[in-house]
């Protein structure tokens, strides 16, 4: 069992920069698929980044491409989220995700994927 705690929301202003940070719990992190999801109101969670353990592939979103990173630190059972550039328009909740076992690349971005779900963090931007 896996247990995640993200960290890093806040409040920024437009054009301005966050990291996100999702801690695991576990000694197998190493081993799990990681993604960052983020969520509107009223709306389904779409993956903005996934890194997969066994090769370091990474997703992202395309409209996050050139604008956010993804990494991980499995001696700290970390992965994080780096955002740049970030919009006023964008959803506001962030939640990390952990998948065990291999994960195709094309199953990467898909919310079925992932078993363990963090509670959220809060990103909002201000103009």
């Known amino acids: 069992q896996v247990q995640l705690v993200e960290s890093g929301g806040g409040l920024v202003q437009r054009g301005g920069s966050l990291r996100l940070s999702c801690s695991a719990s576990?000694?197998?992190?190493?081993?799990?698929?990681m993604a960052w999801f983020r969520q509107a109101p009223g709306k389904e969670r779409e993956c903005v980044a996934a890194?997969?353990?066994?090769?370091?592939?990474?997703y992202l979103l395309n409209s996050v491409k050139g604008r956010f990173t993804v990494s991980r630190d499995n001696g700290k059972n970390t992965v994080y989220l780096h955002m740049d550039s970030l919009k006023t328009e964008q959803p506001p909740v962030y939640y990390c995700?952990?998948?065990?076992?291999?994960?195709?690349?094309?199953?990467?971005?898909?919310?079925?994927?992932?078993?363990?779900w963090g509670q959220g963090t809060q990103v909002t931007v201000s103009s």
């Open positions: 890194i997969r353990r066994r090769d370091g592939y990474r």
């Open positions: 576990g000694r197998t992190f190493s081993t799990y698929a």
């Open positions: 995700a952990a998948a065990a076992g291999g994960t195709m690349v094309s199953s990467l971005p898909l919310a079925s994927t992932y078993a363990h």
